[in-house]
């Protein structure tokens, strides 16, 4: 659209001029936020000051809209003057301008809008305050950025060490699932591209030492990046050997947890950047996360969600529940129904309050952090609600948390480099692979189509990598609780059953806190429990390691109830488990259980 009028002399200055009606508070209020986001770029004043300089603009025109004066003469007022004074903001403000000249209908809809509000100016003064306060300052995220990245350190630190020590005995070479012999079987079925199909450093060397230095190496990693020393190198390589261990880790890295890390750590590398638009894939990638974890409830059918009786079950039946969890399964029917309604509230509308002004981004990020607390205090997910409460950080801003954070600490807390060229590109491109595959999940999870064959294609070849991954815990509630326990015998009369550290054996014992650690074989026996012995191959390992006396996987439990010998036989007998009532857990007891049948029949040792 051409520039409204021609003034017939230039201003005789260098800069454009806006003029506004210094009489509207609604004027003054953008006004004033736009002088912040243009610095010295624009020069601006209210028309009762200014407006005898220009007799070819009537007051009339200076108070219905306001006016943007090139240093040329020309004048632009409305929709126009306001996109033309943006496009001089020190990052993104041309974006506007160029829709406002190029995309066809914009021009004519944003001028429609313009004299909307212009009509409606103290309502929408009162509008501005509330989303966004009594003054709108320009957002920063240095702050924002320094404090996930730190946060983002400690996780992978922690899930480094929890895997550490448990690494020898999942997939050492005297563990339950060898990675060495996982790894010779698929090179024996697939050539090079074995490579990307399943990357992991442990292609070089996949001895018992190479996986004790990635998972220690690892940790070390951490720590530098926490202490900010070398981050992107630092973020690189986590994101590296995390995958390795990933891929290696066959089905006791295949949580969904473990996905959310590699992605969040993909994101951190972008933020480490220093690129604002970083900032908003951090978003965007929260919104999907949690809107996923809302959608694969409802379409997956699960009456006990759709009725929402889901939290009457939850609590008993999850994982690794912690203490809390007795109690809050004992609260009243009613409660729980209204509980159930509130997670699904939380997970499928406040989503959207991400990409809306400040305020309301606001009421988004506590209702998230209030589930994910909620979700924390009652189960121990190791780093999930962690990683899903530093992925809120993202929805606040520098201002925001300068009022929690003590001045020490954040000076002591230094945010990326203004980004280069190499880093504002990677950010770019990432996000805009991060939109768009995710958008593409998202569009074939609610309309429940195939995608089609070039985006089927493209997302295959970045599988691998777990970069943009697909999410939804508890799609299916569990309404029941079987536990299997694995029990050892010499003379296949009398047996002695296996302790488990964390998951549910003796119905005296409660639930154990075990929060940031993950015990990986405690969580597969819960899986497995819900299946039958094909399900879960990988139980013939874990039961000939008991028969063999690995030390590797014995550490992986409680106690050895064989310290001199291996058992003759072993087994695994089906349990239903359930909370205690009020009056047996006075007594000290937190579980009952009845026997369900067996899970594995007795196998004897090879050698007898």
């Not at 160029?98 to 021009?107: T, V």
């Not at 079950?313 to 004992?330: K, M, N």
């Not at 801003?397 to 929690?404: G, K, P, R, S, Y």
């Not at 600490?409 to 491109?429: H, K, N, T, V």
């Amino acid at each position: 659209m051409p520039f409204m009028n021609d003034l017939t002399q230039t201003t005789g200055e260098a800069r454009p001029l806006l003029v506004y009606d210094g009489d509207c508070g609604f004027c003054g209020y953008w006004a004033r936020y736009w002088q912040r986001l243009t610095g010295e770029a624009v020069r601006y004043a209210p028309y009762q000051e200014v407006a005898a300089r220009y007799p070819g603009i009537s007051r009339d025109e200076f108070r219905r809209a306001v006016q943007y004066i090139a240093p040329d003469g020309k004048v632009a007022r409305a929709a126009e003057a306001s996109f033309l004074t943006l496009s001089h903001a020190r990052q993104g403000g041309g974006v506007g301008l160029a829709l406002y000249r190029h995309l066809p209908g914009f021009a004519a809809l944003s001028e429609i809008a313009y004299a909307f509000i212009a009509r409606h100016r103290s309502a929408a003064h009162r509008v501005s305050r509330l989303l966004w306060g009594a003054e709108r300052i320009p957002p920063s995220y240095a702050l924002v950025t320094a404090l996930f990245l730190r946060g983002l350190a400690l996780i992978y630190l922690i899930a480094f060490a929890s895997f550490g020590l448990q690494v020898r005995g999942l997939i050492g070479s005297q563990g339950i699932l060898p990675v060495a012999d996982f790894l010779a079987a698929v090179a024996r079925s697939y050539g090079v591209e074995r490579f990307w199909l399943l990357p992991t450093v442990f292609w070089l060397d996949a001895s018992d030492a190479a996986l004790i230095t990635v998972c220690w190496g690892g940790v070390a990693l951490s720590l530098l990046l926490f202490l900010n020393i070398l981050p992107r190198l630092a973020l690189a390589l986590l994101f590296v050997l995390y995958l390795s261990l990933f891929h290696a880790g066959q089905v006791f890295m295949s949580f969904q947890w473990d996905m959310l890390l590699l992605e969040s750590g993909f994101v951190g590398l972008a933020l480490s950047t220093g690129s604002r638009v970083a900032v908003w894939l951090g978003r965007w990638f929260l919104f999907r996360y949690i809107l996923m974890s809302g959608l694969v409830k409802i379409l997956s059918g699960d009456a006990s969600w759709t009725n929402w009786s889901a939290l009457r079950y939850y609590f008993e039946t999850q994982p690794l529940p912690t203490p809390l969890a007795w109690y809050a399964h004992q609260l009243p029917a009613a409660v729980l129904s209204v509980a159930t309604a509130a997670t699904l509230f939380i997970e499928l509308a406040l989503p959207f309050l991400i990409f809306l002004p400040r305020r309301l981004r606001f009421v988004g990020a506590w209702g998230i952090v209030l589930l994910q607390a909620t979700i924390l205090v009652t189960g121990n997910y190791n780093f999930f609600n962690l990683l899903s409460l530093l992925l809120c950080v993202l929805l606040f801003d520098d201002a925001a948390l300068a009022t929690i954070v003590p001045a020490r600490l954040r000076g002591a807390l230094a945010g990326p480099r203004e980004p280069g060229r190499w880093g504002r590109g990677f950010a770019i491109a990432y996000t805009a692979l991060n939109v768009t595959i995710g958008s593409v999940l998202l569009f074939a999870m609610t309309s429940r189509s195939p995608l089609p064959a070039p985006l089927y294609a493209a997302s295959g070849i970045i599988a691998p990598l777990h970069i943009v991954n697909r999410y939804g815990p508890f799609s299916i509630m569990t309404t029941e609780r079987p536990e299997i326990v694995i029990e050892g015998s010499n003379d296949g009369e009398h047996w002695r059953e296996y302790r488990f550290k964390y998951k549910p054996v003796d119905l005296s014992r409660p639930p154990p806190w075990n929060i940031p650690h993950q015990p990986r074989l405690d969580w597969q026996m819960w899986f497995a429990a819900l299946g039958t012995r094909e399900d879960s191959p990988w139980f013939d390992g874990l039961l000939l390691r008991l028969l063999q006396n690995s030390r590797d996987v014995a550490d992986l439990l409680a106690d050895n109830p064989f310290p001199d010998g291996a058992p003759k036989y072993v087994r695994a007998v089906l349990y239903e488990y359930r909370f205690a009532n009020a009056e047996q857990q006075a007594k000290g007891q937190w579980w009952v259980r009845q026997r369900a049948g067996v899970f594995y029949p007795p196998v004897m040792r090879a050698d007898d």
